[in-house]
């Protein structure tokens, strides 16, 4: 079993940057690709970025390409979503999910067998 704990949401302005953390419990986790999803108010939760077990491949939304940074430490059973230029638009709860398929970066949320509890991170005009 996996927990994990998102953190480091808050009140940007536009074209700031915020660090977000998913920190996991259950030594499996190194073995697990993670993702991160976002939900925006009114809107279903949609994929964002994901980095395989090593951290060795990575996948972005199209709309965060460039702008954001997913990367792990395994060594603190940790994976990190750093998010530069903030849009209005990035404004969501975001979730981190782990899956058993440690090779393979989805976005397809039924892939993902863990979830967090998500942290909210809001981005002023």
């Known amino acids: 079993q996996v927990q994990l704990v998102e953190s480091g949401g808050g009140l940007v302005q536009t074209g700031g940057s915020l660090r977000l953390s998913c920190a996991a419990s259950?030594?499996?986790?190194?073995?697990?690709?993670v993702g991160w999803f976002r939900q925006a108010p009114g809107n279903e939760r949609t994929f964002v970025a994901a980095?395989?077990?090593?951290?060795?491949?990575?996948d972005y939304a199209n709309s965060v390409k460039g702008r954001f940074t997913i990367f792990r430490d395994n060594a603190e059973n940790t994976v990190y979503l750093d998010m530069n230029s903030l849009r209005p638009e990035d404004t969501a709860v975001y979730y981190c999910a782990a899956s058993r398929f440690g090779a393979t970066i989805t976005g397809d949320e039924e892939k993902y067998d863990f979830w967090g509890q998500g942290t909210l991170v809001t981005v002023s005009s």
């Open positions: 259950g030594q499996s986790f190194i073995f697990m690709a």
């Open positions: 980095v395989t077990f090593n951290g060795g491949n990575t």
